[in-house]
Nanobody, 116 residues
Framework: QVQLVESGGGLVQPGGSLRLSCAAS????????MSWYRQALGKERELVAT????????NYADSVKGRFTISRDNAKNSVYLQMNSLQPEDTAVYYC?????????WGQGTQVTVSS
């Protein structure tokens, strides 16, 4: 059974940093592209970043390019999102995602709040 468990969210001041983690289980982690999405209150869920199984390709939403970095550790079945220079508009629930066998799997989400 696929499980994704996010952690690392919290309250941070504008300009600050956070590192999100997602622990995955129930599938062969190293062979799947992993993604981070976010959903702000009253808005649709949006793709933030993706990383292929071997980390050779990473893509980012324009809104986070140069500030966020996605990475993974296949030995630990984990994917990370380093978020720097956070702004109030980054406030959202952040979700880990994998698409496997034509099904989408999501974690429970972790809240990131950027406020002074």
């Amino acid at each position: 059974q696929v499980q994704l468990v996010e952690s690392g969210g919290g309250l941070v001041q504008p300009g600050g940093s956070l590192r999100l983690s997602c622990a995955a289980s129930g599938f062969t982690f190293s062979t799947y592209t992993m993604s981070w999405y976010r959903q702000a209150l009253g808005k649709e869920r949006e793709l933030v970043a993706t990383i292929t199984g071997g980390s050779s390709i990473r893509n980012y939403a324009d809104s986070v390019k140069g500030r966020f970095t996605i990475s993974r550790d296949n030995a630990k079945n984990s994917v990370y999102l380093q978020m720097n220079s956070l702004q109030p508009e980054d406030t959202a629930v952040y979700y880990c995602h994998v698409r496997r066998l034509y099904s989408d799997y999501w974690g429970q989400g972790t809240q990131v709040t950027v406020s002074s």
